[in-house]
């Protein structure tokens, strides 16, 4: 396949960002974007040129750091898939493919295609996790009984990547998606409930704090969500925090 690819072209945080237009040639249609884009790179580099900085990890589809847009759609046209999941089959000989980063003012561009996305980390930080007393009576967590639709949730819910293509298919840049995600992880499984409320009032407080919209139901996330991370989830979070607030003014 011979291909023109416009390619957002940024060389810091500073500076500002242009699209740049590349032709790639011979590209076997069961290559995968990222070896497609790793063709332009080579070709780049022969040519003594900077290559286009994008970010990857496993290439398996379960790090989420392979974020960019593709013809305007996060991970680009194929549903249920990452970009490094994302083969060239799904385009035709002579297309012009437009490869753009994560748009979102809590994304903030690094080089090229590469966001900083560490205000997921930090959502988590503030309470994403369970805490464990390991003093040594520890039981083992499998010992727990857990009802088989809870687990099944949890576990849906857990298989969220941190990608951040909900926040970039969102119009108001809102990362609900991935929050309610990792709050409904945790809510559904007894470990989690020690720090429940105070969890999820702490991680919205933290997503507020970055940045990040308000969810406005259009769904757009669930939609380019390359896990099929649920809406249900959204509205679980929902009812989490006001849960927690509640609770919050009668102490
Ligand atoms: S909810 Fe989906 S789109 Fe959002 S970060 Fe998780 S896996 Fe990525
Ligand atoms: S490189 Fe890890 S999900 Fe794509």
Known sequence: MNLTLKVWRQKNARSTGKMETYEVKGISPDSSFLEMMDELNNDLIEKGEDPVAFDHDCREGICGSCSMHINGEAHGPDRLVTTCQLH???FNDGDTIYIEPWRAKPFPVIKDLVVDRTAFDRIIQSGGFVSVNTSGNTTDANAIPIEKENADKAFDAATC???????????NASAMLF???KVSQLALLPQGQVEREERVLNMVDQMDDEGFGN???????EVQCPKGISLDN???????YAA???AKGEK
């Not at 990547?161 to 119009?171: E, L, N, R, T």
């Not at 959204?234 to 989490?240: H, L, S």
């Open 88 to 90: 060239m089959r799904k």
């Open 161 to 171: 990547i941190g990608c951040g293509a909900c926040v970039a298919a969102c119009k």
């Open 179 to 181: 929050v309610s995600a």
């Open 215 to 221: 969810c406005s139901n259009t769904g757009a996330c």
């Open 234 to 240: 959204i509205a679980r979070m929902n009812r989490e």
């Open 244 to 246: 927690a607030m509640a």
